[in-house]
Nanobody, 122 residues
């Protein structure tokens, strides 16, 4: 069982930056692949990026590639999402999620956080 708690969301102007954190409970965190998803009002949840258990492999959606960076610190049971050059269209609730095996595209995850709101003003 893995419990995930996101933090770091907030209101930022376009062009600004935010860093989201996702703290995980459980001693097996380092064995899980992690992903960040987002859901904007009226839209389906979409995959933002993923990272494998050791951090050696990552995947980014086209919409965020070059602006967002996913990383993890297994000693701290935490995964991060550094978001730079934010745009109003990045406004959404951001969720972290965990799954036992890594996949670039598969959106089926085993555990989910409660989400944190990111709002980018123009």
């Amino acid at each position: 069982q893995v419990q995930l708690v996101e933090s770091g969301g907030g209101l930022v102007q376009a062009g600004g930056s935010l860093r989201l954190s996702c703290a995980a409970s459980g001693r097996t965190f380092s064995s899980y692949a992690m992903g960040w998803f987002r859901q904007a009002p009226g839209k389906e949840r979409e995959l933002v990026c993923t990272i494998n258990w050791i951090g050696g492999r990552t995947y980014y959606a086209d919409s965020v590639r070059g602006r967002f960076t996913i990383s993890r610190d297994n000693a701290k049971n935490t995964v991060y999402l550094q978001m730079n050059s934010l745009k109003p269209e990045d406004t959404a609730v951001y969720y972290c999620a965990a799954r036992r095996t890594y996949s670039d595209y598969d959106v089926r995850y085993d555990y989910w956080g409660q989400g944190t709101q990111v709002t980018v003003s123009s």
